[in-house]
């Protein structure tokens, strides 16, 4: 073989080795872009299913019903919209039902029972003496008695008067003739507030109209001055408050403080709250109140600007017991409390994380619900049983239960960052706050108790929108905390007001134990202003 031909062999050898490298070249490319494509494919597709997620939230938060229930019907399907429900029957037919005759035995029923207590006014319809001639003769005709024909309950509008207290003095005599001097003045009680319109009953009134009846204080002035005839003003009603507070309710609000901290178990739970005069968007209610068994019922409603752990550290410094709440980090300050946490916000989580459409019970989220589902009625079914047979059972049959679910949950493998995956998350967040309730019957699976509590400051809110000041949202504060927990008593709010307005402003010394013996729970207290 010639050089030449050498020559050109390699030449070829060379061109096409070039070739291959930048074939392989193309290839490895096209494979670079293939991936990215695919890559950027299923990024796109997560996103979507992130934002369908959120879009589905959101129209379940404006739209849907906020009872966290599935319905059976449809495989565990959240409904959206509320669903149709039988009617009732009226109050009428109700009414109608209320008394019947079984033979000779008249049966009271809802009716007569409801106006059983009341006082009796009857009125007799009688002809006139033109209307009692007879058509047939023209004569008088005679009374042969009346027959009951309806009950019904009348309304008395309330109404106000003056009440006028005149002191007596009285004298001896007989000193007098032995040119002696002997005066005696009868006792006056002292007033809540002095020189005002504000009596027990008129202050009371008012707290029951704002804190009970959620009617704020500008749309009372309207009643007061309208309906009843009483110039006073929003600014009166709001200082009212603010002075009975100052005068009687701080003492017992204190007290409740520190009854509390002497619990084994607790509840808590915060929300945000609007004052005018602060320089943060948002102040805070933090609400703590008693468990289920406890012997003194107390619910209270402490305002600070801050929603750090100091505040939950500082009010419940001597509490050493189980705390019921939600994940919020603000809660770990409290370094002598086991924080027991709550299946219900759990359950939450993977209620969002159910997707919108057709749903079967295999879908992650729907299992994760429906275990909790009967974990529930677990707890339902051994609710009349005492906590140390509660807390048996709870560690043969749902022990076992929770532990396979927390299995279960690390075979999943969710989208990240989607709502089953933060579900995930949470559950695996807060595992060691659960497990607390193997170790005492009295603890709940929810924090359900604090929640119904702080949703009664929450509607309230919405009424009166914000306070001016720090002292009045304070002041609010402490008045619902008086008012629930004599509710949680078995009280009338009204009457339990009235009589501390009445007491604690005529105490011979302020002391605890003077307080003491005015608290909900007293016999004395129960006997005077029970329901």
């Not at 022990?399 to 493998?413: A, C, G, H, Q």
Request: glycine share 4%; aromatic share 10%.
């Amino acid at each position: 073989m010639t050089s030449q031909k050498k020559n050109a062999l390699q030449l070829d050898q060379k061109l096409l080795l070039q070739l291959l490298q930048s074939a392989n070249e193309r290839n490895q490319k096209q494979q670079q872009l293939n991936e990215f494509q695919q890559q950027t494919i299923q990024n796109l597709t997560t996103e979507i299913q992130l934002l369908n997620e959120k879009l589905n939230y959101l129209t379940r938060k404006l739209f849907g019903r906020s009872k966290e229930t599935f319905d059976e019907e449809t495989n565990g399907q959240l409904n959206l919209f509320e669903e149709e429900t039988v009617p009732k029957p009226s109050i009428e037919d109700e009414e109608q039902r209320s008394i019947v005759v079984q033979g000779h035995r008249r049966i009271v029923g809802t009716k007569a029972s409801k106006i059983s207590q009341l006082p009796t006014v009857e009125e007799d319809h009688v002809l006139t003496i033109e209307e009692q001639a007879c058509t047939h003769c023209g004569q008088q005709m005679k009374d042969i008695g009346r027959t009951k024909v309806r009950e019904e309950v009348r309304f008395h509008p309330a109404i106000l008067d003056c009440l006028v207290h005149y002191q007596h003095t009285y004298c001896c005599k007989a000193c007098e003739k032995m040119g002696r001097s002997s005066f005696k003045k009868a006792s006056v009680p002292k007033p809540l507030i002095s020189n005002s319109l504000g009596s027990n009953s008129v202050v009371a009134e008012t707290i029951r109209m704002k804190f009970g009846q959620k009617i704020p204080a500008y749309r009372q002035e309207n009643y007061w001055q309208k309906d009843l005839g009483l110039a006073i003003s929003r600014d009166n009603i709001s200082n009212w408050h603010i002075k009975a507070v100052h005068n009687a309710l701080d003492m017992v609000a204190k007290r409740f403080q520190v009854y509390l901290n002497q619990e084994d178990i607790l509840h808590g739970d915060e929300t945000t709250y609007r004052v005018i005069e602060s320089a943060k968007s948002d102040t805070y209610y933090w609400q703590f109140c008693t468990g289920k068994e406890s012997l003194h019922p107390i619910v209270y409603y402490h305002h600070d600007e801050s929603r750090s752990g100091e505040v939950p550290k500082d009010f419940l410094k001597d509490f050493t017991g189980y705390l019921h709440c939600d994940g919020y980090t603000g809660y770990n300050a409290l370094t002598q409390t086991k924080l027991v946490y709550c299946f219900a916000h759990a359950r939450r989580k993977f209620l969002e994380a159910i997707p919108k459409g057709a749903k079967t019970s295999e879908m992650p989220a729907v299992k994760a619900v429906n275990q909790f589902k009967k974990w529930f009625a677990l707890e339902k079914k051994w609710e009349k049983l005492s906590h140390q047979e509660r807390l048996v059972k709870r560690q043969e049959e749902l022990r076992p239960l929770v532990d396979n679910f927390y299995s279960w949950l690390d075979e999943l493998t969710p989208v990240p960052k989607s709502k089953l995956d933060k579900a995930v998350q949470y559950a695996h967040k807060i595992r060691s706050g659960f497990l607390y309730i193997f170790e005492d019957g009295r603890l709940e699976l929810t924090n359900n108790r604090a929640e119904r509590n702080i949703k009664e400051l929450v509607i309230g809110r919405k009424n009166w929108l914000h306070s001016t000041s720090l002292e009045g949202a304070r002041t609010s504060g402490i008045i619902l905390s008086v008012y629930k927990t004599a509710e949680l008593n078995g009280l009338q709010p009204m009457k339990y007001l009235e009589f501390l307005f009445e007491k604690i402003p005529n105490l011979p010394v302020f002391s605890n134990e003077a307080i003491d013996a005015l608290l909900p729970w007293q016999e004395n207290v129960q006997r005077i202003c029970g329901e």
